[in-house]
């Protein structure tokens, strides 16, 4: 294995309205895409859930491989995935995503993973 792989998960609880917003997740995507410092190759691409599962799934492939969040409305939560294969700042990402979705940091969840 050749090529480092870091990869960033957030499972946000108690967000705020701006998981019911398409326009919302898309600024958050194409926020994150310049605080990692990389480009956009391919979206974002922003999709809406069934009524029986409400929320927004978001997806940007990035330079150096992808950024997603899926939200599910009726918990109020955020799935946000930041994978790369380019070292970022996880600190300031993980504090960006708290601040935006106005999640309650007690009960959501960050998990780092590295490889390489």
């Known amino acids: 294995m050749q090529q480092p792989r870091y990869h960033l998960i957030c499972d946000l609880s108690n967000c705020n309205k701006k998981i019911k917003d398409p326009q919302a997740i898309r600024e958050f995507l194409e926020e994150v895409?310049?605080?990692v410092n990389m480009s956009i190759l391919e979206g974002p691409i922003i999709a809406e859930g069934k009524p029986e599962n409400p929320g927004i799934s978001g997806l940007v492939i990035i330079d150096f491989s992808h950024i997603s969040v899926h939200?599910?409305?009726k918990h109020k939560e955020a799935l946000i995935d930041i994978f790369s294969c380019k070292p970022f700042e996880r600190n300031p990402l993980v504090d960006y995503c708290f601040d935006y979705f106005e999640a309650n940091t007690d009960e959501s969840r960050v998990k780092e993973v590295w490889w390489g």
């Open 71 to 73: 939200t599910f409305t």
């Open 33 to 35: 895409v310049k605080k």
